[in-house]
Protein backbone atom coordinates (compact mmCIF):
# COMPACT_ATOMS: atom_id res chain seq x y z
CA UNK A 1 0.00 0.00 0.00
CA UNK A 2 2.77 2.39 0.74
CA UNK A 3 4.48 1.47 -2.88
CA UNK A 4 1.25 2.33 -4.08
CA UNK A 5 1.04 6.35 -2.62
CA UNK A 6 4.92 6.57 -3.80
CA UNK A 7 3.68 6.08 -6.94
CA UNK A 8 0.91 7.62 -6.91
CA UNK A 9 2.69 11.02 -5.25
CA UNK A 10 5.33 10.48 -7.88
CA UNK A 11 2.93 10.17 -10.95
CA UNK A 12 1.40 13.37 -9.51
CA UNK A 13 4.89 15.15 -9.52
CA UNK A 14 5.54 14.10 -12.98
CA UNK A 15 3.03 15.14 -14.47
CA UNK A 16 2.98 18.58 -12.67
CA UNK A 17 6.71 19.02 -13.77
CA UNK A 18 5.93 18.19 -17.31
CA UNK A 19 2.92 21.12 -17.27
CA UNK A 20 5.18 23.86 -16.01
CA UNK A 21 7.71 22.51 -19.20
CA UNK A 22 4.84 22.92 -21.50
CA UNK A 23 3.79 26.21 -19.82
CA UNK A 24 7.15 28.05 -19.89
CA UNK A 25 7.73 26.29 -23.55
CA UNK A 26 4.55 27.91 -24.49
CA UNK A 27 5.58 31.38 -22.43
CA UNK A 28 8.93 31.83 -24.79
CA UNK A 29 6.73 31.25 -27.87
CA UNK A 30 4.40 34.17 -28.99
CA UNK A 31 1.45 33.71 -31.21
CA UNK A 32 1.33 36.38 -33.41
CA UNK A 33 -2.48 36.95 -35.73
CA UNK A 34 -1.49 38.55 -38.61
CA UNK A 35 -4.54 37.81 -40.61
CA UNK A 36 -6.93 38.98 -37.54
CA UNK A 37 -5.08 41.80 -37.65
CA UNK A 38 -4.03 43.20 -41.21
CA UNK A 39 -6.24 45.80 -42.23
CA UNK A 40 -6.37 46.94 -38.30
CA UNK A 41 -5.29 50.53 -39.86
CA UNK A 42 -3.94 53.31 -37.89
CA UNK A 43 -2.94 56.23 -39.55
CA UNK A 44 1.04 56.39 -39.16
CA UNK A 45 3.46 54.78 -36.92
CA UNK A 46 5.76 57.64 -35.58
CA UNK A 47 9.85 56.72 -35.33
CA UNK A 48 9.86 58.16 -31.83
CA UNK A 49 8.36 55.41 -30.56
CA UNK A 50 11.41 53.23 -31.30
CA UNK A 51 14.17 55.56 -31.61
CA UNK A 52 16.06 57.75 -29.58
CA UNK A 53 18.44 59.75 -31.71
CA UNK A 54 19.19 60.39 -35.59
CA UNK A 55 22.24 61.53 -37.75
CA UNK A 56 22.46 62.44 -41.03
CA UNK A 57 24.69 61.76 -43.36
CA UNK A 58 25.43 63.17 -46.56
CA UNK A 59 28.06 61.43 -48.13
CA UNK A 60 30.80 63.52 -49.86
CA UNK A 61 30.81 63.83 -53.72
CA UNK A 62 33.84 63.22 -55.87
CA UNK A 63 34.99 61.58 -58.79
CA UNK A 64 36.46 58.73 -57.04
CA UNK A 65 33.63 58.46 -54.48
CA UNK A 66 30.47 58.22 -56.59
CA UNK A 67 28.61 55.24 -56.58
CA UNK A 68 25.09 53.72 -58.32
CA UNK A 69 22.65 53.46 -56.04
CA UNK A 70 22.27 49.64 -56.22
CA UNK A 71 23.73 49.11 -52.79
CA UNK A 72 24.50 45.53 -52.08
CA UNK A 73 25.03 45.95 -48.50
CA UNK A 74 25.85 48.71 -46.23
CA UNK A 75 28.10 48.46 -42.47
CA UNK A 76 28.52 51.11 -40.11
CA UNK A 77 30.84 51.51 -36.99
CA UNK A 78 31.40 54.13 -34.87
CA UNK A 79 33.47 55.84 -36.92
CA UNK A 80 33.42 54.35 -40.44
CA UNK A 81 30.91 53.88 -42.76
CA UNK A 82 31.11 51.02 -45.85
CA UNK A 83 28.76 50.79 -48.90
CA UNK A 84 29.34 47.84 -51.30
CA UNK A 85 27.88 48.33 -54.67
CA UNK A 86 28.58 45.05 -56.08
CA UNK A 87 32.08 46.19 -57.91
CA UNK A 88 33.48 48.54 -55.62
CA UNK A 89 33.47 49.20 -51.72
CA UNK A 90 33.91 52.47 -51.00
CA UNK A 91 35.03 53.36 -47.15
CA UNK A 92 33.84 57.13 -45.80
CA UNK A 93 34.10 58.75 -42.30
CA UNK A 94 30.84 59.02 -39.73
CA UNK A 95 32.29 62.15 -37.74
CA UNK A 96 32.59 64.57 -41.38
CA UNK A 97 31.36 62.26 -44.17
CA UNK A 98 34.15 62.16 -46.20
CA UNK A 99 35.24 59.67 -48.66
CA UNK A 100 38.50 57.76 -47.12
CA UNK A 101 39.24 55.41 -50.17
CA UNK A 102 38.32 52.12 -51.62
CA UNK A 103 38.67 48.43 -50.13
CA UNK A 104 40.26 46.06 -52.48
CA UNK A 105 39.86 45.96 -55.69
CA UNK A 106 37.94 44.40 -58.45
CA UNK A 107 40.53 41.62 -60.57
CA UNK A 108 41.76 38.25 -60.70
CA UNK A 109 44.54 38.39 -58.22
CA UNK A 110 45.51 37.46 -54.76
CA UNK A 111 43.71 40.43 -52.89
CA UNK A 112 41.40 41.12 -55.59
CA UNK A 113 37.61 39.71 -55.57
CA UNK A 114 35.84 39.23 -58.79
CA UNK A 115 32.54 40.61 -56.93
CA UNK A 116 31.88 41.25 -53.62
CA UNK A 117 28.60 39.44 -52.81
CA UNK A 118 28.25 41.55 -49.35
CA UNK A 119 30.06 43.19 -46.75
CA UNK A 120 30.40 42.27 -42.69
CA UNK A 121 32.34 44.38 -40.25
CA UNK A 122 34.44 43.84 -37.27
CA UNK A 123 34.44 47.32 -35.50
CA UNK A 124 36.54 46.14 -32.48
CA UNK A 125 39.33 44.50 -34.59
CA UNK A 126 39.04 47.30 -37.72
CA UNK A 127 38.56 44.50 -40.00
CA UNK A 128 36.01 44.51 -42.95
CA UNK A 129 35.60 40.81 -44.61
CA UNK A 130 34.51 40.99 -48.27
CA UNK A 131 32.51 37.70 -49.53
CA UNK A 132 33.75 37.26 -52.88
CA UNK A 133 32.51 35.40 -55.41
CA UNK A 134 30.64 32.69 -53.69
CA UNK A 135 28.97 31.12 -56.41
CA UNK A 136 32.30 30.63 -58.35
CA UNK A 137 34.82 30.04 -55.35
CA UNK A 138 33.73 30.36 -51.95
CA UNK A 139 36.60 32.99 -50.53
CA UNK A 140 36.55 35.20 -47.87
CA UNK A 141 38.67 37.74 -48.17
CA UNK A 142 39.67 40.46 -44.76
CA UNK A 143 41.01 43.49 -45.05
CA UNK A 144 41.98 46.37 -42.91
CA UNK A 145 39.82 49.50 -42.29
CA UNK A 146 43.07 51.07 -44.55
CA UNK A 147 42.64 49.05 -46.73
CA UNK A 148 45.50 46.65 -46.34
CA UNK A 149 44.99 43.09 -47.72
CA UNK A 150 45.28 40.16 -45.05
CA UNK A 151 43.99 36.84 -46.24
CA UNK A 152 41.65 34.79 -48.21
CA UNK A 153 39.41 31.87 -46.91
CA UNK A 154 37.70 29.21 -48.63
CA UNK A 155 34.75 28.92 -47.08
CA UNK A 156 33.33 25.97 -48.98
CA UNK A 157 34.24 23.95 -52.22
CA UNK A 158 33.67 25.95 -55.30
CA UNK A 159 30.98 26.09 -56.94
CA UNK A 160 28.69 25.49 -54.40
CA UNK A 161 26.05 28.14 -53.97
CA UNK A 162 26.67 29.66 -51.46
CA UNK A 163 24.96 33.29 -52.31
CA UNK A 164 22.36 35.19 -51.14
CA UNK A 165 19.95 37.31 -53.42
CA UNK A 166 17.92 40.61 -54.22
CA UNK A 167 14.64 40.34 -51.88
CA UNK A 168 12.28 43.14 -52.05
CA UNK A 169 15.03 45.15 -52.86
CA UNK A 170 17.71 44.17 -50.46
CA UNK A 171 20.65 41.76 -51.02
CA UNK A 172 20.61 39.32 -48.73
CA UNK A 173 23.73 38.24 -48.01
CA UNK A 174 26.06 37.05 -45.31
CA UNK A 175 27.53 39.30 -42.28
CA UNK A 176 29.17 39.40 -39.25
CA UNK A 177 27.52 39.50 -36.19
CA UNK A 178 28.62 38.05 -32.69
CA UNK A 179 32.06 36.92 -33.90
CA UNK A 180 30.61 35.02 -36.21
CA UNK A 181 29.86 34.74 -39.70
CA UNK A 182 26.18 33.92 -41.02
CA UNK A 183 25.88 32.81 -44.45
CA UNK A 184 22.36 33.38 -46.07
CA UNK A 185 21.60 31.38 -49.42
CA UNK A 186 18.87 30.37 -51.53
CA UNK A 187 18.16 26.63 -52.38
CA UNK A 188 20.73 25.27 -54.76
CA UNK A 189 19.04 25.36 -58.41
CA UNK A 190 22.34 25.42 -60.30
CA UNK A 191 25.20 24.48 -58.61
CA UNK A 192 24.60 20.73 -58.54
CA UNK A 193 24.67 20.15 -54.75
CA UNK A 194 21.80 18.44 -53.12
CA UNK A 195 22.16 20.52 -49.88
CA UNK A 196 19.51 22.30 -48.95
CA UNK A 197 20.73 24.11 -46.04
CA UNK A 198 20.08 28.27 -46.10
CA UNK A 199 21.90 29.61 -42.92
CA UNK A 200 25.20 28.82 -42.27
CA UNK A 201 27.28 29.92 -38.92
CA UNK A 202 31.12 30.50 -39.46
CA UNK A 203 33.45 31.02 -37.19
CA UNK A 204 36.47 33.73 -37.74
CA UNK A 205 38.62 31.28 -39.99
CA UNK A 206 35.80 30.18 -42.02
CA UNK A 207 35.28 27.04 -40.50
CA UNK A 208 31.67 25.80 -40.43
CA UNK A 209 30.11 25.75 -37.30
CA UNK A 210 26.30 24.70 -38.01
CA UNK A 211 23.93 24.79 -40.74
CA UNK A 212 19.68 25.38 -40.40
CA UNK A 213 17.30 24.05 -42.74
CA UNK A 214 14.07 25.53 -43.30
CA UNK A 215 12.15 22.85 -41.27
CA UNK A 216 9.20 22.90 -43.95
CA UNK A 217 11.69 21.66 -46.88
CA UNK A 218 13.03 18.57 -44.91
CA UNK A 219 10.05 16.67 -46.01
CA UNK A 220 10.57 17.55 -49.63
CA UNK A 221 14.14 17.41 -49.90
CA UNK A 222 14.08 15.05 -53.10
CA UNK A 223 11.23 17.36 -54.85
CA UNK A 224 13.49 20.69 -54.45
CA UNK A 225 16.59 18.99 -55.90
CA UNK A 226 14.49 17.17 -58.52
CA UNK A 227 13.36 20.53 -59.64
CA UNK A 228 16.51 21.98 -59.76
CA UNK A 229 18.60 23.38 -62.98
CA UNK A 230 20.72 20.12 -64.44
CA UNK A 231 22.46 22.19 -66.70
CA UNK A 232 24.36 25.36 -68.10
CA UNK A 233 22.72 27.22 -70.51
CA UNK A 234 19.22 27.08 -70.32
CA UNK A 235 16.19 29.13 -71.74
CA UNK A 236 14.72 32.02 -69.61
CA UNK A 237 11.36 30.34 -70.01
CA UNK A 238 12.61 27.45 -67.80
CA UNK A 239 13.11 28.85 -64.91
CA UNK A 240 9.81 29.20 -64.20
CA UNK A 241 9.39 25.85 -63.21
CA UNK A 242 13.10 26.16 -61.07
CA UNK A 243 11.86 25.42 -58.06
CA UNK A 244 14.04 27.72 -55.50
CA UNK A 245 13.80 29.88 -51.75
CA UNK A 246 14.36 33.53 -50.71
CA UNK A 247 17.40 33.92 -48.32
CA UNK A 248 16.21 33.86 -44.93
CA UNK A 249 15.19 37.60 -42.77
CA UNK A 250 18.06 38.25 -40.58
CA UNK A 251 16.95 40.40 -37.82
CA UNK A 252 19.10 41.99 -35.27
CA UNK A 253 18.40 43.62 -31.62
CA UNK A 254 21.12 44.16 -29.38
CA UNK A 255 21.71 40.52 -28.53
CA UNK A 256 18.64 38.81 -29.91
CA UNK A 257 18.99 37.25 -33.66
CA UNK A 258 16.05 36.29 -35.34
CA UNK A 259 15.34 34.41 -38.60
CA UNK A 260 12.18 34.19 -40.92
CA UNK A 261 12.71 31.08 -43.69
CA UNK A 262 10.32 32.30 -46.25
CA UNK A 263 8.16 29.08 -46.62
CA UNK A 264 7.61 28.81 -42.51
CA UNK A 265 5.64 31.06 -40.50
CA UNK A 266 7.59 30.95 -37.64
CA UNK A 267 10.07 33.29 -36.47
CA UNK A 268 13.47 31.72 -34.50
CA UNK A 269 15.52 33.01 -32.45
CA UNK A 270 19.23 32.14 -32.28
CA UNK A 271 21.10 31.20 -29.57
CA UNK A 272 24.81 32.28 -30.27
CA UNK A 273 25.80 30.40 -27.36
CA UNK A 274 24.28 26.81 -27.88
CA UNK A 275 24.27 27.09 -31.96
CA UNK A 276 20.26 26.50 -31.64
CA UNK A 277 17.50 27.76 -33.29
CA UNK A 278 14.13 27.93 -31.33
CA UNK A 279 10.69 29.09 -32.16
CA UNK A 280 9.77 32.25 -30.90
CA UNK A 281 6.78 34.21 -32.87
CA UNK A 282 4.30 32.03 -34.24
CA UNK A 283 2.92 33.65 -37.40
CA UNK A 284 -0.85 33.03 -38.12
CA UNK A 285 -1.26 34.29 -41.76
CA UNK A 286 -4.39 32.07 -42.61
CA UNK A 287 -4.57 29.53 -45.17
CA UNK A 288 -1.28 28.02 -47.01
CA UNK A 289 -0.91 27.66 -50.72
CA UNK A 290 0.42 24.04 -51.72
CA UNK A 291 4.32 23.96 -51.44
CA UNK A 292 4.99 23.54 -54.74
CA UNK A 293 3.25 27.02 -55.54
CA UNK A 294 5.71 28.16 -52.75
CA UNK A 295 8.71 26.89 -53.86
CA UNK A 296 8.21 27.07 -57.98
CA UNK A 297 9.83 30.89 -59.25
CA UNK A 298 7.07 31.09 -61.81
CA UNK A 299 4.27 32.55 -60.02
CA UNK A 300 0.49 32.52 -60.55
CA UNK A 301 -1.60 36.07 -60.12
CA UNK A 302 -3.98 33.47 -57.45
CA UNK A 303 -0.82 33.15 -55.52
CA UNK A 304 -0.93 36.67 -54.34
CA UNK A 305 -4.10 36.43 -52.87
CA UNK A 306 -2.08 34.43 -50.25
CA UNK A 307 -0.22 36.48 -47.09
CA UNK A 308 3.74 36.16 -46.32
CA UNK A 309 5.49 38.45 -44.20
CA UNK A 310 8.80 39.74 -46.04
CA UNK A 311 10.64 41.29 -43.07
CA UNK A 312 10.97 41.84 -39.19
CA UNK A 313 11.89 44.18 -37.32
CA UNK A 314 12.78 43.98 -33.70
CA UNK A 315 12.69 46.98 -30.68
CA UNK A 316 12.31 47.20 -26.99
CA UNK A 317 8.73 47.74 -27.12
CA UNK A 318 7.34 46.75 -30.55
CA UNK A 319 7.86 43.60 -33.04
CA UNK A 320 7.28 45.09 -36.71
CA UNK A 321 6.31 42.77 -39.59
CA UNK A 322 6.18 43.31 -43.39
CA UNK A 323 3.69 41.36 -44.40
CA UNK A 324 2.18 41.45 -47.86
CA UNK A 325 -1.30 40.55 -49.56
CA UNK A 326 -3.00 41.24 -53.05
CA UNK A 327 -1.25 44.11 -54.21
CA UNK A 328 -0.71 45.40 -51.25
CA UNK A 329 2.22 45.79 -48.66
CA UNK A 330 1.53 46.15 -45.03
CA UNK A 331 3.47 47.58 -41.67
CA UNK A 332 2.25 45.81 -38.91
CA UNK A 333 3.46 46.79 -35.50
CA UNK A 334 3.14 44.34 -32.33
CA UNK A 335 3.07 46.07 -28.79
CA UNK A 336 4.47 43.29 -26.82
CA UNK A 337 3.23 44.23 -23.48
CA UNK A 338 -0.98 44.59 -24.43
CA UNK A 339 -0.64 42.15 -27.54
CA UNK A 340 -2.49 44.91 -29.96
CA UNK A 341 -1.96 45.02 -33.41
CA UNK A 342 -2.28 48.26 -35.69
CA UNK A 343 -1.55 47.88 -39.66
CA UNK A 344 -0.81 51.17 -42.15
CA UNK A 345 -0.45 49.92 -46.06
CA UNK A 346 0.91 50.97 -48.96
CA UNK A 347 -0.63 50.01 -52.66
CA UNK A 348 1.45 48.19 -55.12
CA UNK A 349 0.70 46.57 -58.40
CA UNK A 350 0.74 43.09 -59.44
CA UNK A 351 3.13 43.26 -62.96
CA UNK A 352 3.35 40.17 -65.57
CA UNK A 353 6.85 38.96 -66.49
CA UNK A 354 6.32 37.47 -69.76
CA UNK A 355 9.47 36.08 -70.33
CA UNK A 356 8.76 33.61 -67.48
CA UNK A 357 5.37 33.71 -67.81
CA UNK A 358 4.68 34.46 -64.30
CA UNK A 359 3.59 36.92 -61.97
CA UNK A 360 5.49 39.32 -59.68
CA UNK A 361 4.05 41.87 -57.38
CA UNK A 362 5.74 45.64 -57.06
CA UNK A 363 5.01 47.08 -53.40
CA UNK A 364 7.10 48.97 -50.98
CA UNK A 365 6.67 48.44 -47.70
CA UNK A 366 4.94 51.82 -45.88
CA UNK A 367 7.31 53.89 -43.46
CA UNK A 368 7.87 55.24 -40.38
CA UNK A 369 6.70 59.15 -39.87
CA UNK A 370 9.56 60.95 -39.69
CA UNK A 371 8.60 63.12 -36.37
CA UNK A 372 12.47 63.30 -35.41
CA UNK A 373 13.95 65.79 -38.25
CA UNK A 374 11.04 65.20 -40.76
CA UNK A 375 11.35 64.61 -44.64
CA UNK A 376 10.33 61.49 -46.22
CA UNK A 377 9.22 58.70 -44.87
CA UNK A 378 11.65 56.50 -42.65
CA UNK A 379 12.16 52.95 -43.57
CA UNK A 380 15.58 51.07 -42.68
CA UNK A 381 16.65 49.46 -45.80
CA UNK A 382 19.56 47.58 -43.49
CA UNK A 383 20.46 47.48 -39.81
CA UNK A 384 22.31 46.21 -37.25
CA UNK A 385 22.05 45.23 -33.71
CA UNK A 386 21.33 49.15 -32.54
CA UNK A 387 20.75 50.86 -35.27
CA UNK A 388 18.28 51.55 -38.68
CA UNK A 389 19.76 52.81 -41.70
CA UNK A 390 17.34 54.48 -44.58
CA UNK A 391 19.20 55.63 -47.85
CA UNK A 392 17.47 58.35 -49.55
CA UNK A 393 18.90 59.57 -53.21
CA UNK A 394 19.55 62.82 -53.73
CA UNK A 395 16.70 62.71 -56.89
CA UNK A 396 14.03 61.50 -54.95
CA UNK A 397 14.58 63.92 -51.69
CA UNK A 398 14.84 66.80 -54.38
CA UNK A 399 11.38 65.54 -55.89
CA UNK A 400 9.28 64.56 -52.66
CA UNK A 401 10.34 66.91 -50.15
CA UNK A 402 9.03 70.46 -49.95
CA UNK A 403 12.08 72.85 -48.53
CA UNK A 404 9.57 75.65 -47.30
CA UNK A 405 6.93 72.90 -45.75
CA UNK A 406 9.75 71.49 -44.38
CA UNK A 407 11.29 74.88 -42.75
CA UNK A 408 7.64 74.88 -40.67
CA UNK A 409 7.21 70.94 -39.93
CA UNK A 410 6.68 70.48 -36.29
CA UNK A 411 9.44 67.65 -35.19
CA UNK A 412 11.24 66.63 -31.98
CA UNK A 413 15.15 67.58 -32.70
CA UNK A 414 14.74 71.20 -34.85
CA UNK A 415 17.86 71.48 -35.25
CA UNK A 416 18.21 67.87 -37.01
CA UNK A 417 15.37 69.51 -39.37
CA UNK A 418 17.55 72.28 -40.00
CA UNK A 419 20.87 70.39 -41.10
CA UNK A 420 18.71 68.55 -43.32
CA UNK A 421 16.97 71.75 -44.92
CA UNK A 422 20.72 73.02 -45.27
CA UNK A 423 21.41 69.50 -47.16
CA UNK A 424 18.56 69.73 -49.60
CA UNK A 425 19.33 73.48 -50.15
CA UNK A 426 22.73 72.29 -51.68
CA UNK A 427 21.97 68.97 -52.94
CA UNK A 428 22.73 68.15 -56.71
CA UNK A 429 20.89 65.75 -58.50
CA UNK A 430 24.31 63.82 -59.47
CA UNK A 431 25.22 63.99 -55.62
CA UNK A 432 25.39 60.77 -53.37
CA UNK A 433 22.60 59.63 -51.62
CA UNK A 434 22.14 60.69 -47.88
CA UNK A 435 21.83 58.03 -44.98
CA UNK A 436 19.89 58.74 -42.20
CA UNK A 437 20.90 56.35 -39.04
CA UNK A 438 18.56 56.10 -36.28
CA UNK A 439 19.42 54.48 -32.98
CA UNK A 440 17.14 52.09 -31.17
CA UNK A 441 15.85 52.74 -27.55
Not at 111 to 134: E, H, M, Q
Request: hydrophobic share 35%; glycine share 6%.
Amino acid sequence: MFMKYICFFLIIFLAISCKRNIDQQSFDQVNIFVEDSLYNYTRSFLLSEVVENISIIPLETKKESVFNNRIFSFSIGEKDLFINSYLKIYHFSVTDNKYIGQIGSLGNGPSDFNYAGSVGIDDRSKLIYVYSGVQTNNEMKTYTYEGKFLKSIHMAPAGAHMEGGFTKGEYRGSLFVNNKHIVRRMLPIMDGSKDIWQIGIFDTAGKKIVTFVDPANVKYRNDINRHRAVKRGYEVAEMATFWDADSPVLNQYFDHVNILFDSNDTIYRYNSDKNTLRPRYILHCGDRPPFEEIRTLGKKKSYFQYIFVTNVLETKDFLFLVAEKDNNSFLLRVDMKTGDIKSIKNEGKITELSSMRSYDRKATPPGFTNDLCGGMPFFPRFQNEKQWIAIYTAEELLEQVDIEKLKKEKVLYPEKRDQLVKILENLKEDDNSVIMVANLK
